[in-house]
């Protein structure tokens, strides 16, 4: 079997860098991983890696020697990310455990595909691609679960977890994205049965993994497997509501919308207090903290019948991302297939919006006699009320008028 078509692999930058390992030791490099399961498996390549025999200080000087910028991102374990015209492809040289935590490894450099093939997760990600572009399987297991749909681990199961427990969350990672059908039932029961050993990862880790989860296609087989194993409630105890992330989910495919993963981490959410206390656990981001709880809000209430003037001040409150939240979220809620057709015209209605500027300015304001301090900000926010109220007018006049009277009230 060959990638050799594949656009990745013709492109010119990635064949500069396999030239500049091949020149130095020919046979000696070989693509890896993501890049030829998704090839395979007809799906996106976003990023390029090789693994290689040479020494990461060999890599380095290959690259100098053929042009190319070299930059020591993970050399503790021989990682060199290797620049052609501003494209970087991951470098790896192979390597075997030497110690492991459940965390972190030990490594030492080997010439053995087959010793860094036994080191990696799943057999589907244990596939090699030569500089001819022939796939090299040295589980030899790896190309009939990518044809099957199978996601399974190399070698024990117990053991490749206790290697690095964020392993657990792959599994399931990978079958949301990859699987097709039933879960492999040994990679089930062994991570039921260390699921415990996740709470010494990262809550950095975790949260990577969960959110790649969740903006897979369809999420729904893998997530209830997560559930059954007991998984889920030791990452996100709040997030509970599995039939709301159905219901999403199946929103999603009936109406070709884009995944969303934070959208449907809502889904699995009660309340603003729970949405706080796992962005607090996941140590999300401060603006993804911001949009999980602000789709959790209930004010204004979204409805299916909302007019269009409703619709205008609830974008023109909430912002576009927050509303299409909140309206996917009531969608799913509510659960009607007869409104289905108003839910998807109210996100088209927001998605053409352009959100209109209070014609008014506080140098305005102070020039209609309200004195300089707090009133000014006091008086832009009436006008504002009103305005928004009013529907948004775009009428100079309407707004300058209605400015000296709130300007009279807090004179």
Not at 76 to 91: D, K, L, Q, R, S
Not at 267 to 293: F, G, I, P, W, Y
Not at 380 to 399: N, T, Y
Request: hydrophobic residues 45%.
């Amino acid at each position: 079997m060959t990638i050799a078509q594949a656009p990745w692999f013709k492109r010119t930058e990635t064949q500069a860098v396999l030239a500049a390992l091949e020149a130095v030791r020919p046979g000696g490099a070989r693509f890896v991983g993501g890049c030829v399961r998704n090839t395979l498996l007809r799906a996106p390549v976003d990023d390029v890696d090789l693994a290689t025999q040479l020494l990461p200080d060999q890599v380095i000087d290959a690259a100098h020697k053929a042009g190319l910028s070299a930059v020591p991102t993970g050399i503790e374990h021989g990682t060199i990310t290797v620049i052609a015209n501003h494209v970087p492809h991951e470098v790896t040289t192979l390597r075997r455990d030497v110690e492991t935590d459940g965390r972190r490894a030990t490594v030492a450099f080997t010439e053995d595909w087959a010793e860094d093939a036994a080191r990696r997760d799943f057999r589907m990600n244990a596939l090699y691609a030569d500089a001819h572009g022939d796939v090299h399987d040295p589980t030899g297991s790896g190309l009939e679960d990518v044809r099957a749909g199978r996601v399974i681990f190399i070698g024990d199961a117990h053991t490749r977890i206790r290697e690095d427990y964020l392993r657990i969350l792959r599994f399931f990672r990978f079958n949301a994205w990859y699987g097709r059908g039933a879960l492999d039932a040994d990679g089930l029961a062994a991570c039921a049965a260390l699921k415990d050993g996740m709470a010494q990862l990262s809550a950095e880790r975790v949260w990577k993994e969960l959110k790649k989860l969740l903006a897979a296609p369809d999420p729904s087989e893998a997530w209830r497997a997560m559930e059954t194993a007991g998984v889920r409630s030791v990452i996100a105890p709040e997030a509970q509501n599995a039939e709301q992330l159905l219901r999403v989910i199946a929103i999603d495919a009936e109406c070709f919308f884009e995944p969303d993963a934070l959208t449907r981490l809502a889904a699995l959410l009660a309340d603003e207090r729970a949405a706080r206390a796992l962005a607090q656990r996941l140590k999300v981001s401060n603006e993804e903290k911001d949009r999980l709880t602000a789709a959790m809000g209930r004010a204004p209430r979204i409805v299916s019948f909302l007019s269009p003037k409703e619709v205008r001040r609830a974008l023109y409150v909430l912002g576009k991302e927050t509303f299409a939240d909140r309206v996917k979220l009531a969608w799913a809620e509510e659960g009607n297939p007869k409104t289905v057709p108003q839910w998807r015209a109210l996100l088209a209605m927001a998605e053409s919006w352009l959100r209109p500027k209070l014609p008014l300015t506080g140098e305005e304001v102070m020039a209609a006699g309200v004195p300089a301090g707090p009133k000014i900000g006091q008086a832009l926010r009436e006008v504002e009320a009103w305005w928004i109220d009013s529907d948004f007018p775009d009428d100079k006049l309407s707004v300058v008028e209605r400015l000296k009277a709130v300007a009279q009230g807090i004179a």
